[in-house]
């Protein structure tokens, strides 16, 4: 199996996303990385292409002189896929640019800072003969797959209650006392409207929606800013109401004091439910109507698991994986897509319709929350 | 020690809550049940009656009989205080005669069926030298005193997020296939106009006022009903803002499949954050900011303790205390103030104040579920 | 139903035990405690009696007092069991002492302080009609007999292992800078020959013969004192072999710093294993081969317990029992046993006979850790 | 930084663990794994070859023709370290012919398959610049190493216990009804003279003199057999001593029904106690005496840990790390040591020193097992 080219732009020293996309990309060993423009300080750029043993030529001073360069390369040579993990404006700009080069586009989420900007993208990936896929990491878990199969299968019979909590604690202190990760996540020009909700609501969002494999139609939300000063919300909730009648709730905030990294969904039908924690992540509760609760275990050879479980699986039960695991789950998705020629959509992967998704959602939290009405419609775009 | 005397209206055989009270009532060995009438069913009642060991003269066929009879017995001999387990319905009746006739009150909650209702009870109660609480099991928990403690003693900082769940599952199938207690419980004429809200949403509502010792001053609220043909919500959710400015998310469902009893309160200010669930009540999870996070555990003479907690202890840590312990807390502590010949509020048990403030609760849940509008007030009366 | 009358000897002021046994027995207001010998130090004997109410007259000066006084009373007022919780050397002499007198006897353990002594109070119970229970609390939890049901019933195949551990870490200081518990239970001349196998390991032995059902019959011990100046063992473990051939370990400790109280059993057969914890009873773990984990949980209604285990809940899964009920079972069905005049045993009570099972496993677990020999024998008396 | 360059011999298709190193050498991509011997099955070695994208040229038929060809390649291309993960027979004859032909080892545990194999090995590593490192993965968890400091630093005070137990349940069943892992495991001309204890008791072993930074000086053993026709132990449990006199019980077991990879091991000393479990890898307990328990969470930027620890962790709290991030750990410290052109022992990773004890240990195991006398040494060889 010959290994996919990849490329990278963002992630230099300081930044927390980029290390983990490079550690997931690495990890099955199909894939390698052959190029960067990690950071517009063109020392931290050289020394992180450095550190990652690149050869000097191709840590390029820009995403745009990447872009050019290895356009130029010869097939064989060059990157296939280029990976964006910068701050959130230039998600859009950059997809863009490289879909037009002729590249792949792995992006970490948000897919874009608006909904226009988002569907502005879709219609570029839909042209072209591109993949595009999104990071919604925890869509890598074994066990989410598990959740949405199980709801899939009718085990839980008509799903009436889906709860999505998301939880963090490290915005509780302002961003002087704080650092790199903190400062532009807080700052409306490079992140977008949303705080908290373009940050991590998006994936509680997204979580519903793959596991229901329903959409939300409506929600009711409430959005707070904790911290005097900062411009964009850092906690919120919201009410949820979707395609089949089911009703939620969606949790997600930045400042709860203590916490790490809080992700959890409880689903609950009128035959059973089940529930999921991110810090936990090998473990799926099922709850049967009118029998003992049983936990599925992930791992190869683990009882009770959809085939789309334990093919993300890569150690016998017991041996536990994690998140860098769950994002490799999504590199390798990919990385296959690539090898068969796919385009749009690589299977497995999300992609740019999840983007517009959480765009939807968040102009939804954004307008619901400046609202004295309850209830607010997600639209759907085809 | 002399044992206080106590009387019991409803709690018949196939009952839950009255059994529950008999044990709490009898744990510490400080209160004798001498009389009761405890179902409308003369069998029952006697069997009941029986069952107990009480003198069978003083099993009455009805509330009015017993007061009434034991109005006219000696003051060394007859009941000091009536404890009511019946329908919600027959509360404030029942109370306001029991207080008229000269008896101290310990309802099991909701105090009424309306704002309107209990109202009018906080007056008879603070016209008269009598007493009356309210059995919120779960203030009797010493794990919730010593959340309460730790907030006012700001160990958290100024309080900005505060999360109740109450998720059950029993209500999940209809009630025909179901017991009496999903029967009057969804019944509007007994159990008043909220079904899940006035069962469950109280105690969590009730349990975020005690914690933050702040009231609620206004919520956006979400009832639904998932059963054809109920007639009563079995499930919904608020947003909450506080007195002093912290928000919050409350939920209470009893269609959540398979979940037993889950109460759980998570309490974050800007120095730390404390957690607490029903099913674990010896635990109380202490997150300080910057520090790992700490559990402290109930127990006597268990480390970090304040004394309202350790009060609330028999024994010493790792000898699980549980639900019947917390009710027979309360117990402990009306039973004193019936002793000292107290009037009004017993202390550390809840009183009229907190009926008022469940049923204002109820209020504003059901207006602004059915209102387009997103904030009500939760109006505070004094 | 008729309340059986009980009397206690010991459970003064600053006893542990005492108490736990006051609450037990009053929980389900099936017995009344109506005399007591609580303490040799008159002033703590008479005010521990008042804070029970008891009849100033029926509180005795000594436990000879107590059985002189009461055998002379009427039978329909007279005490029907004496509770024993006194130091473990006396409670032999009075057990005989008050089976001669004509009452049952309910004692705390360990039976005796050596298995000679034991083997004499089983003749004695023996040729009388009293009843004889002992307080093995561990005994009266629910899930303690769900486990018992669950490998009588095969699920889990023939028994191989079984692994019991209680750690406890409250005798990791030394006793004088402790209270009056460690103090007696260090003294060989009050505790008897052993202090954690005494104390502790019986339980853990007792819960081993229990569950499985089967004698152990020989054991490999090792046995530790890690304070300086203490006479007794405050540490040790074992090997087990049982009589259909499971092999097994087990450790108790009372110097693991910090834990509490962590009883703990585990059992594993060809098909299947099940695990409990003391400090969360109401769960079990149940592991079949090649199927998802299942936990089943303590309360009424709850699905897959068996009639033993349903029988000892008071309430509906989700509102936690604890160790109070536990022993509370034990009385219950040692108060039923006295209603229906049985003799010897009382059905769902440890009798004497798991007594001497005790005392055999303390000899064992002596002469083995004083021998360079491994296996050692645990004689069975019938 | 250069890739360190490695090949492979062992871990074709349906082997475990060589798919685990692969995983582990790659995560850091400091490492490039170039050549390989997968299987003595031709088309299994090829279609191993093919899938990791090697060099068709560099998939080799056999282990001596590895070595032969690598070392007749230029000193910039060839493979630079051999990581062995045949069966365990193997390890010792390929580790010297590696070491003599001028390769570093990184070698599966156990080192060897007596003893004396493996101070042989030691004198060969001895003699060589080479270095030898040994795949004790568990030794690569964050907090095993915070664990280790916190007993270094005292925190502890004098250690009196520790207990490390490895229940596993794969093997309950015989190995017709099993896969290639469980035939060669318990076959003694491939596994060693030890089923059980060889594969997962040298890692609970090790674990406790890596924690303790003490040797065992003594144990007792008891092993069993539990399948018929089974021919080596698939279970047992010693007591330990060690050289500063603590006392401590280990278990092993690989006939748990239904556990997974329960590796736990708790210390405790006179000031306090720690807990840790494999499955629960990123909390480890610490319970200092007198205050509430506190979890130590791994995780950049978590409180409380120590620099080994926080260099260990590659996300910030919350996002779980697991299994092969720790095997990951020792490869990217076996590389840093290669870069340094050091000999005998990476630091951070077990060397022989560590394989020599875990032979030790297995060996006194057998030899104790099959005594009747108790305590047997287990010898330390300098």
Redesign the interface.
Known sequence: ???VRMGMVGGGEGA?IG??H??AL?????IE?VCGAFSRDPDNNQRTG????LDAQRVYSSWQALLVAEAALAPQDRMEVLIIVTPNHLHVPISIAAIEAGFHVFCEKPAAVSLEQAIELKSRVDKSNKLYGLAHTYLGYPMVWQAQNMVAEGL?GDI??V?V?Y????L??NEESHNKQASWRTDPSQAGGSGCMGDIGTHAFGLVEFVLQQNVTSL?A?L?T?IDGRRLDD?G?A?LRTEKGA?G?L?A?Q????????LKI?V??????IEWE????NSLV????????????A?LG???LCTEALNRC????????????AMANLYVDFAAAVRKELAGKAPGVPGIDSGLRGMAFIEAMLSSSS?????HPVPHND
């Not at 450095?50 to 043993?53: I, N, R, V």
């Not at 400042?255 to 990294?261: D, I, R, S």
């Not at 890569?314 to 695991?325: D, I, Q, S």
């Open positions: 199996m010959k290994k927390f290390a983990v490079r550690h690495a990890l099955d060993g199909q990385l450095d550190s990652l043993g839980l009436r209650k709860y909590e939880p963090q604690g490290w509780s202190a009711c409430d707070n904790h906690d909730a009410f009703s709730v949790i905030s400042v709860c004091a203590g916490v790490e990294n809080g409880k609950y039908g009128d035959k059973g439910g991110q810090m936990s992540p099922y709850r049967p109507v009118g029998q003992p609760y049983q936990v599925l275990r791992g683990q009882p009770g890569r150690t016998p039960g017991g041996h536990p994986e994690g998140y860098l695991e609202s004295d009405t309850k209830w």
